[in-house]
């Protein structure tokens, strides 16, 4: 028998954990191809450093969208602590700690020291970063990329509806708790919708989320 919300309350308001973010990058959206080869794009969005590091890169345009993705995945753990926070990715410089692997760490240092943790994960058709406030909760990241074709337009729903069912489902059966218990809302602000956060029997849990998606993938992001 599923146990109640009121039954696992304890657990999920035992520990607040530090914010995450996540992003995901189709390398093979045409728009994302069309940027890659646009020498105007890189200036826009990297510093000096990263673009020489792009340059440099056996596959460029990978690096180029790692770099996107990182300061994506820094912005999104940002913007949870402030929700006035801009988006500067010229003055955000990542610092990569790259491997032979497909994934591998860094971080993305950002004004007034503040950093934000990151890995990333390189495969031939997507670039897939998370991130967190602190080295631990990084470690502890659950996620998953999900392929949309032939499932969110099937649907009629589309991407973001097709993540939230996939991470409410997974956080489901990791809590032990009925699907229907579980919902992740957005609140509506003056300057838009803020970060998806998930409600437990219709209470704000302490659990951080965070959801992604981009041309033919979709990827949720949770740390327990």
């Not at 599923?2 to 309350?9: F, I």
Request: aromatic fraction near 10%; charged fraction near 30%.
């Amino acid at each position: 028998m599923p146990r109640r919300s009121s039954d696992v309350s304890r657990d999920w308001r035992r520990n607040t954990l530090p914010h995450i973010g996540n992003d995901i990058v189709d390398l093979k959206q045409p728009a994302n191809l069309s940027a890659s080869r646009d020498s105007r794009f890189p200036r826009k969005v990297l510093t000096a450093v990263e673009i020489e590091f792009v340059r440099r890169a056996p596959n460029p345009a990978r690096f180029l969208w790692a770099f996107w993705a990182c300061k994506e995945a820094a912005y999104k753990v940002t913007r949870k602590n402030r929700s006035d926070a801009s988006f500067l990715p010229r003055l955000w410089q990542v610092v990569m700690y790259p491997s032979e692997a497909l994934s591998f760490d860094g971080e993305v240092q950002m004004r007034e020291e503040q950093k934000v943790y990151v890995r990333v994960f390189l495969r031939d058709d997507y670039v897939h970063c998370i991130g967190a406030e602190s080295k631990e909760t990084l470690k502890k990241i659950i996620c998953k990329v999900e392929s949309l074709e032939g499932k969110a337009c099937a649907a009629g729903r589309g991407a973001s509806f097709f993540a939230r069912e996939c991470l409410k489902r997974r956080l489901a059966a990791c809590l032990h708790l009925d699907y229907a218990y579980l919902q992740i809302k957005r609140k509506k602000g003056k300057d838009g919708f803020g970060p998806p956060m998930l409600h437990v029997g219709g209470k704000k849990s302490s659990i951080d989320v965070s959801l992604s998606h981009d041309g033919r993938f979709a990827a949720w992001a949770f740390a327990r």
